[in-house]
Structure formats: structure tokens, C-alpha cells
């Protein structure tokens, strides 16, 4: 999902900048809200393991070049039913800036961009989680229906993301239509895989009675809403 330099050039970089501000800006806010409902300590480590997760799935996990972008497995609806949308913005923002700070310099200057690519779907599926799983379903009992539909909106987001970046960068070329297209096609084959992961981990959780109550885990992952 990273927009490779020279996609977006000059001036226009500096829509990436805004959007990134407003997506941080409303980040902070969830975060906030986390630190009022379970105390900073767990905002805290819940973002410190997001962030050291999303640094191993760019970093380490396969990531191949295709079109006008890279196909990772980032697993946000993963990192969301974990850890909370708070927690997995900022380990997703914290994880991004890491790696490109060390080990791909040449993305800093699309950060903004990227990070945008990335946080407004985990916030679109925040919406649609609240939609789609009733308040008396802890988030370790969800369906595979559930977290195929998670899963589809936060890769369907930044599958289109990186399309607007690109025609936005580069205009409606048939080369780049082309290129996005392929980019689409190879990405959304991460659908495949995402639930299926989803549904590993929350058997885990399912299985395990140490997560009630766990500073370390969204509250949500084994208790209710309605509780």
C-alpha cells in the first residue's frame, strides 16, 4: 500500500500532509477516549505491541511490487478487534514511520499519504464493527461473515486510496489505470487470508481466560458491549 516515490510530485504532495493532520487529529481523540475509559498505561502497551506487529508485517512478512504500489499483509481488522481502533491507528502510524526511518527512507516523504492510505479504512471499519456486531457479541465470538466484511472494507479502502493517489499524482492515464487496476487485483487476494487469520486469533482468545480483564487486550475482545 506504500505510494512509491514520484507517483504524487511537487505541490500536490502537500494533500497528503493535510489529510494525514486530519487523520492524526482524530486519532488523538480516539485515544483520549481510551485513556478515559481504561487509563493511559493500557493505550500505552496496547499501541507499543500494534506498533512493534506493524513494523514485522511491513517489514518482515512478504511484500511484493505490484503496479503502482506494494502488497503487504497488514491485518488491520486484526490489530482492531485486538487492540481497539486507538491502539491499532497508532501502532499502524507509529509501525509505518519506523520502518521508513530505518529501513526505507525513500517513503518519508509520501508518510503522509501512506499513513492516510491506512488509517481512514481502520476508522471506516470502526463504524461498520459498531453496524454490523451487535453490542452483546464480544469481538471473540464474531463470524467469519463478520470478519470477512471487516476485512473487505479496510483492504477495499486502501485499495481505493491508493487509486486516488495515483490519478490524483499522475491523472487518468491508461497506463495508470492499468497499473492500478493490477495493484487492485493482486491486493484484494489479501481478503483470502485476512479472515482466516482473523478467526485464528480470535480462537485463541476464545480459548484462553487471561484476556478478561487484560490491560493488554481491548476490553471488547471478551466482554460485550451491553455488560
Known sequence: MHIEPGVVNGAKMALGYATAIGVM?????????????????????????????????????????????EVHLILGSTLFLMFGAAPAAIGLALGLLVQGLFFAPADLPQYGMNVTTLLVPLMAISFLARRIIPANTAYKDVSYAQCLALSTAFQGGIVTWVAFWAVYGQGLGMGTLTEVATFGAAYMTVILIEPLVDMAVLAIAKASHRIAGSVVFHPRLSIPAAN
Request: proline fraction near 7%; charge should be positive; glycine fraction near 6%.
Open 25 to 69: 487529529a482524530y486519532t488523538a481523540k480516539l485515544a483520549l477516549g481510551t485513556i478515559r475509559k481504561d487509563g493511559p498505561a493500557a493505550l500505552a502497551i496496547r499501541s507499543l505491541i500494534a506498533t512493534v506487529l506493524v513494523f514485522t508485517f511491513f517489514q518482515v512478512l512478504p511484500h511484493h511490487p505490484v503496479g503502482v504500489s
